[in-house]
């Protein structure tokens, strides 16, 4: 287990199970201090991205290799727009992250793909992509993202919505949104 950053840190630690045992991540080349990031892990690489520093969000990050104990930077080439309170998947070959905030207070629809093996961004499509939010969640299916739920925490606007999204077309095209199915009305007993 590898967990890295939190508020204000770019500190981290490998947990290794069998001998119990923690041990401190590289500081050398690793991404700024921040919290409110996403990371995933790609099966040799945790990639950190996104996040806030307490003076502003942002659109940078960091690959952690634990077999080097070493960092590299992710490229900010087409890279989305800065934010933190987003969602990041995996999907076998590129980093999906999606809505989110911005540091002027706006909500977000918009993401990006990371291509690790590239170092390189592709912006997701908009189109019919759900409304913007954060603090949504997001899961990978093996063929598309899907996100749920989240709002706006500045109107206090609540979600019950989400969108799927197919990466593996060609041209990834997000999904219309599911609708949620109304709760029936309890019948009174006699």
Do not use: K
Not at 64 to 90: K, Q
Request: charged share 15%; proline share 9%.
């Amino acid at each position: 287990m590898i967990v890295w950053g939190g508020v204000f840190t770019n500190t981290g630690g490998r947990y290794n199970p069998i001998t119990d045992s923690w041990a401190a991540t590289s500081l050398t080349n690793a991404p700024s201090a921040r919290w409110s990031h996403t990371a995933v892990w790609t099966g040799s690489e945790m990639i950190v991205w996104g996040g806030y520093d307490g003076t502003n969000d942002l659109n940078t990050g960091g690959r952690y290799n634990p077999s080097t104990d070493s960092w590299t930077a992710t490229s900010t080439t087409n890279a989305p727009e800065a934010r933190f309170y987003h969602t990041a998947v995996w999907t076998g070959i590129e980093m999906i992250v999606w809505a989110g905030e911005s540091d002027l207070l706006a909500q977000l629809n918009t993401g990006g793909r990371y291509d690790p093996n590239n170092d390189s961004w592709t912006a997701t499509s908009l189109t019919d992509a759900p409304e913007a939010r954060s603090g949504h969640t997001a899961v990978w299916t093996g063929v598309e993202m899907i996100a749920w739920a989240g709002g706006n925490r500045h109107s206090l606007d609540r979600f019950n919505t989400g969108g799927r999204y197919c990466a593996a077309a060609p041209s990834p095209t997000p999904r219309p949104q599911p609708t949620p199915r109304p709760r029936p009305t309890p019948v009174p007993r006699p």
